[in-house]
C-alpha cells in the first residue's frame, strides 16, 4: 500500500511535468497544424540555460524561470517568423521534416558547444527529501510540480479569458474565419509558437534539478510528449495535462508492479493502441 | 546523358581503391555507399509512396542483430547471415506495416517512431537473446575465397567492394519499382490516397510490399553494419538518430529519384565525416541544416533540382 502512494505521488509530480511540455505542444499543433518535432530540444535549452545561469552567476534555477520563459519566448516568435513561415504552406509532411532538421540541427550544435557529458545540478536544499506522512517527496520536483500548476494555469486563464487567448482559439478552430474577423493571424501564429517554445523551456528548467542534462536528451522528451498529446488528443490543451499526468502514472506504477526495464515500453504500447482505436484521444476531446 | 553519367559513375566506383590507399579516404567511401544503399530503401517507401517512416533502424537492427547471432551462436556463414538478416527483417515489416498503414501521414510517421522505440527497449533488455547494452563483438571473421582469390576482411577493400554491390544494387532495385507497376501504385498513394483506392489499388497491400521490399534491403545493409564494425548493441543499431539520418539523406538528395540517395550520401556523409575526424562531437548539425535548407528552397531535393537546371539549359 505504501508503495503505491508512494509511486501516485511521483507519477503526479512528474506528470505534471510532463504535462507542461505536452501543453506547449498541443497549442502549437492546435493554432498552426504543426507536429514540432523540436519541441524537445526547446526543453534541452531550457535546461541548459538553467544550468549555466546557475553555475555561472548562482542563480536558482526556480527564480532563473523568470529569465529564460520569456527569452525563449522571444526566441520562440523569431523561428516561427524566419524560419516556419515560409515553410507551413509547402503541407505537413515537409514541416515535420523540416523541424526534424531543426532539431537535429540544435541539438547538434548543443552537442558542439556543450559535449555530450551527463550533468546535473545539485541545489543544498534538495539533497533530503521532504517526508509528509511518511511519504517520501524529493523537494526540488514539489517546488516545480506547483511552479508547473502555477504556470500552466496561467496559460489556461490566458486562452480562456483574454482578447489574445480567444484569438488563438478562434485560429486554432478555422484561420481564414479567423482572419475574417479581424483577428492578425500572422501575430497569433508567433505568438502561439512563442508560447509554446516558452513553456518547453519552462519545463526544462524546472525540470534541471531532477533529471540529467545533456544535449540530445530532447530525443526522449519529445517521444515521451507524443505519446501524451496522442492520448489526449492532439489539439486539445485539457487533454495534454490528463495526458501528461496519466502518462506520469503509468510510468511509476509500471515500474512498481510490471518491472522497471519495460517501464517505457507501456507508454508506447499505450500511445499505439490509442493511435489504433481512438484516434481522437482517449477523452474524445481532441481533432484527428 | 544519364546513361553516360551511370557507366562513369560505376567505372569510377569500381577504379577508386586502386587510387588512393588512405584508410580515411577508404571508410568514408564506405560509409557514402552505406548510406546511399539506405536512403535508397528508405526512398523506396519514403519518396515513392510518400510514407514518411521515422522507425527503419528497426531493420537495421534486426539485419545486424540476426548476422550477428547467427554467426555467433549457430556459425552460419556472415552471408548467408546477411540474407537472413534481410528476410527476418522483411517479415517483421509485414505486421508492422498492417498496425502502422490504418494511419496516415504524421500519424503514421508518429506510430513508426513508437514501434522503434519499442524494439529498442526490448532489445536492450532481453539480454539472454541480444547481450543487452554489453552489445555482441565479432573478434575473427575467416578468410574466405572467391572466385579463386582468397579475402581478407583485415582489409578495407574487400568491404568496400562489397558496399558497391548493395548499394548499386539498391539503386537498380529503385529504378526498376519506378518502372514498374508497384512504383505506379506508390506514387498514386503518394499523390492521392483516397483516388487511390477509388480506383481499385489495395493501398495497404501496395504500401507493405513497399515497406516489406525496403525493410529486406535495410536488413541486409544492417549485416553489412554487423560486418563492418564487428560489433553492435541496441543504441548503435536501434537509435532513433539513425532513422532519421537516412530520410535526411533521401530527402536532401531528391526523394523518388535514383540518383538521389547517392547525392544526399556523398554531401551528408562526407562533410559529416570530416567533421567528426576533426570535432568529436556535432557532425550532424549539417544534417538539420541541408535538411532546413532544401525543404524550403528546393524541395525535390539537391539531385531533383540539378536534373531541372539541365532541362532548362537544354
Not at chain 2, 11 to 26: D, H, R, V, Y
Not at chain 2, 109 to 126: D, G, P, Q, Y
Not at chain 2, 172 to 177: E, H, K
Request: net charge neutral; glycine share 12%.
Amino acid at each position: 500500500m505504501e508503495s503505491f502512494v508512494q509511486s501516485v505521488v511521483s507519477g503526479v509530480l512528474t506528470g505534471s511535468l510532463y504535462a507542461m511540455i505536452a501543453v506547449g505542444l498541443t497549442i502549437v499543433f492546435g493554432v498552426m497544424r504543426i507536429i514540432n518535432l523540436a519541441h524537445g530540444d526547446m526543453v534541452m535549452l531550457g535546461m541548459f540555460g538553467a544550468y549555466w545561469s546557475y553555475t555561472l552567476w548562482g542563480i536558482d534555477p526556480f527564480l532563473s524561470v523568470g529569465i529564460w520563459a520569456p527569452l525563449m519566448f522571444a526566441g520562440g516568435m523569431l523561428v516561427q517568423r524566419f524560419l516556419l513561415k515560409e515553410v507551413i504552406p509547402k503541407g505537413e509532411l515537409n514541416t515535420l521534416l523540416y523541424t526534424a532538421g531543426l532539431s537535429l540541427l540544435i541539438a547538434n550544435l548543443a552537442l558542439f558547444f556543450w559535449t555530450g557529458d551527463y550533468r546535473t545540478l545539485n541545489l543544498d536544499y534538495a539533497v533530503m527529501p521532504a517526508r509528509p506522512f511518511g511519504i517520501s517527496v524529493p523537494i526540488p520536483l514539489a517546488i516545480a510540480f506547483f511552479m508547473a500548476i502555477a504556470i500552466t494555469t496561467a496559460l489556461y486563464l490566458l486562452l480562456s479569458r483574454t482578447d489574445v487567448g480567444r484569438a488563438m482559439r478562434a485560429t486554432a478552430q478555422n484561420p481564414q474565419s479567423a482572419a475574417l474577423m479581424g483577428v492578425d493571424v500572422q501575430r497569433i501564429d508567433m505568438i502561439t509558437f512563442g508560447l509554446g517554445t516558452a513553456l518547453a523551456a519552462a519545463a526544462g528548467v524546472l525540470l534541471v534539478p531532477s533529471l540529467y542534462l545533456y544535449p540530445t536528451v530532447g530525443e526522449i522528451l519529445i517521444v515521451k510528449c507524443f505519446v501524451i498529446v496522442v492520448l489526449g488528443g492532439l489539439g486539445s490543451v485539457p487533454g495534454a495535462i490528463a495526458g501528461g499526468v496519466l502518462l506520469g502514472l503509468v510510468e511509476s506504477l509500471g515500474a512498481v508492479y510490471v518491472s522497471v526495464a519495460y517501464k517505457d515500453t507501456i507508454g508506447f504500447v499505450l500511445f499505439l493502441l490509442v493511435l489504433l482505436f481512438r484516434p481522437a484521444g482517449l477523452f474524445g476531446v481532441g481533432k484527428s | 546523358m544519364t546513361r553516360l553519367l551511370a557507366a562513369a559513375g560505376l567505372l569510377l566506383l569500381a577504379s577508386a581503391p586502386l587510387l588512393t590507399g588512405n584508410p580515411f579516404f577508404q571508410h568514408l567511401m564506405i560509409m557514402v555507399l552505406f548510406w546511399t544503399l539506405l536512403g535508397a530503401s528508405w526512398n523506396l517507401l519514403g519518396g515513392f509512396a510518400g510514407q514518411v517512416s521515422f522507425g527503419h533502424a528497426v531493420f537495421l537492427g534486426i539485419g545486424a542483430y540476426v548476422t550477428m547471432l547467427s554467426y555467433l551462436s549457430l556459425g552460419v556463414s556472415p552471408f548467408l547471415g546477411m540474407l537472413a538478416g534481410g528476410i527476418v527483417g522483411a517479415m517483421f515489416a509485414v505486421p508492422i506495416g498492417l498496425i502502422c498503414f490504418r494511419l496516415r501521414g504524421p500519424y503514421f510517421s508518429l506510430a513508426t517512431l513508437a514501434v522503434a522505440e519499442i524494439v529498442r527497449l526490448v532489445a536492450l533488455n532481453w539480454e539472454q537473446l541480444t547481450a543487452g547494452p554489453m552489445g555482441l563483438l565479432i573478434t575473427h571473421l575467416p578468410p574466405v575465397s572467391f572466385a579463386g582469390a582468397t579475402i581478407d576482411w583485415e582489409s578495407k577493400v574487400p568491404f568496400y567492394y562489397l558496399a558497391v554491390i548493395l548499394a548499386v544494387s539498391a539503386m537498380a532495385l529503385t529504378f526498376a519499382v519506378s518502372r514498374s507497376r508497384l512504383g505506379a501504385y506508390l506514387t498514386a498513394v503518394r499523390e492521392d490516397i483516397d483516388s487511390a483506392e477509388a480506383v481499385g489499388i489495395d493501398t495497404v497491400r501496395t504500401r507493405v510490399v513497399a515497406l516489406a521490399l525496403s525493410a529486406f534491403v535495410v536488413g541486409l545493409a544492417g549485416g553489412f553494419y554487423a560486418l563492418y564494425f564487428r560489433y553492435v548493441d541496441p543504441d548503435a543499431v536501434f537509435a532513433i538518430s539513425l532513422s532519421v539520418e537516412m530520410v535526411f539523406i533521401a530527402v536532401v538528395g531528391g526523394l523518388a529519384t535514383t540518383a538521389g540517395p547517392i547525392v544526399g550520401a556523398v554531401v551528408l556523409v562526407s562533410i559529416g565525416e570530416i567533421f567528426r575526424d576533426r570535432f568529436q562531437a556535432g557532425h550532424l548539425i549539417f544534417y538539420g541544416l541541408f535538411m532546413m535548407l532544401v525543404i524550403r528552397y528546393l524541395p525535390e531535393g539537391i539531385w531533383g533540382g540539378l536534373q531541372r537546371l539541365f532541362r532548362d539549359r537544354g
